[in-house]
């Protein structure tokens, strides 16, 4: 079998990257603890990988595999995600009865966030159909060598226990736990420069 390849995504490409994203997150703990039912994670999670990511396409740091199988949307050093966008998402999608957990796991996920200039990966993911095949490590091993290149730490927050075996292969440690009332928890990671 050979390795899948890896390309760097255009801004008319976010599309694609937003539908392999939305696969490969529709069982994921935290997204569907966030948006429980169908409806609301096929309407809602669109616009979150949007506020979280889309800065990746206009700093050269979306990256795919052969025929869009796996993404990842890495911000580099100084470039954020959508902060108001990610408000404005949760504030229209989230039950009422969530947003207080909702907005305290966002104040952890920001304690936990380095202070030093840092490559973050906000999204990655690689469609069911796909995985188990290297999309995911391919793409993990091109960016962690441009983030090697630049002498700068990674850091990720891990929202499946499963992945979390994963990225400590890539160097990854946990930084903790973010957890808040009825919610999964979330895993802040760090690669320190190499």
Known sequence: MKSPIVKL???AEEDLAVETVMLAFAADPMARWTWPHAHQYLAAMPRMIRAFGSSAFSNGSAFCTDDYAGTALWLSPGVHSDEEGLGAVLESTVARSLAPETAAIFEQMAAYHPTEPH????????DPAHQG????DALMAYALARCDRDHAPAYLESSNP???PIYRRYGFEPLGAIQFGSSPTLVPMLRRTR
């Open 9 to 11: 995504m255009a801004a």
């Open 119 to 126: 490559w973050y990966l906000p999204l990655i993911g690689v």
């Open 133 to 136: 095949k290297g999309h995911g």
């Open 162 to 164: 499963r992945n979390i």
